[in-house]
């Protein structure tokens, strides 16, 4: 762990519709990185406005809306893009490829890459553990996962089984705001989860103010995301998945939401 002074700061900047861009910042090092950089202006932005230097780009997977900025942000800062090794050939301007368990630093600050294939082939997520933090790209939002694109209901199960074991305080930071309807959706299949309840009423009055409503926890997640809570008896009765098999318990959920 760190003391006060080491803490990275996080800025989380909202752009396009319901994308979330993030700004990591070492200021012992005066490095920075742009997580899922949609685009590229608003970065520069806050980047001037702090007089912050862009060392690094890490992208989670090669869609649009996460790789847009790369190319501009390259050329303008000469920042090093990391992204998934094997999505080299679709991610702009990637300059280093990464793998399950390789680390990556920010500073002395590191950060474990967790490979969690489901909503593309080639998603992967990275782990500041001694901060306590995760980017988890499409992979995990608040009370909802990513839609499955390139993988497998097992994958992506698999996938979030492995965010679902880092420590429970452990803060999630993704890259769209879903809540809201993740939530209402949540309620279909678990109606009398009480801490759903008490979350929704939150989240909503959140969103009547124009709040983000990420980041949240693993914590957090454990109690009110359906695709965490495969193994509720309560859930399971819900959709007719008593007695199945976890995944196939998991992969319902996920059909369930494609078509709320
Ligand atoms: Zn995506
Ligand atoms: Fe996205």
Redesign the pocket.
């Known amino acids: 762990m760190y003391g006060l002074k080491n803490m990275l700061t996080i800025l989380q900047l909202p752009v396009l519709n319901d ?1 979330y861009i993030y700004l990591i910042h070492d200021h012992v090092s005066g490095e920075t990185a742009a997580v899922d950089p949609a685009v590229a202006q608003p970065v520069l932005n806050v980047l001037e406005q702090k007089g912050w230097q862009l060392t690094t780009i890490l992208n989670t997977h090669h ?1 649009g ?2 790789v847009g900025g790369n190319l501009d942000l390259k050329q303008k800062t000469g920042c090093t893009i990391i992204a998934p090794l094997s999505d080299q050939n679709r991610i702009p301007g990637i300059d280093r490829g990464v793998i399950e368990g390789d680390v990556i630093t920010l500073g002395k600050h590191t950060a474990r890459v967790i490979s969690t294939p489901g909503h593309t082939s080639g998603h992967v997520v990275y782990y500041f553990a001694d901060d306590n933090t995760l980017f988890c790209g ?1 992979t995990l939002f608040v009370m909802g996962c990513g839609r499955l694109f390139e993988g497998t209901a097992e994958q992506m199960w698999h996938s979030l089984q492995k965010l679902k074991a880092l420590p429970v305080a452990t803060i999630i930071y993704c ?2 705001e879903y809540t809201q309807t993740n939530g209402r959706f949540a309620l279909t299949v678990e109606p009398g989860n009480r801490k759903l309840q008490q979350r929704m009423d939150v989240i909503n009055q959140q969103r009547t103010n124009h709040q983000p409503t990420v980041p949240s926890t693993i914590e957090q997640e454990m109690a009110t995301n359906p695709f965490f809570r495969e193994d509720s008896l309560a859930l399971q009765e819900t959709i007719k998945m008593v007695n199945k098999k976890p995944v196939e318990v998991f992969a319902e959920i996920r059909r369930l939401k494609n078509s709320f």
């Open positions: 994308n869609h809306d996460h499409d890259a769209h």
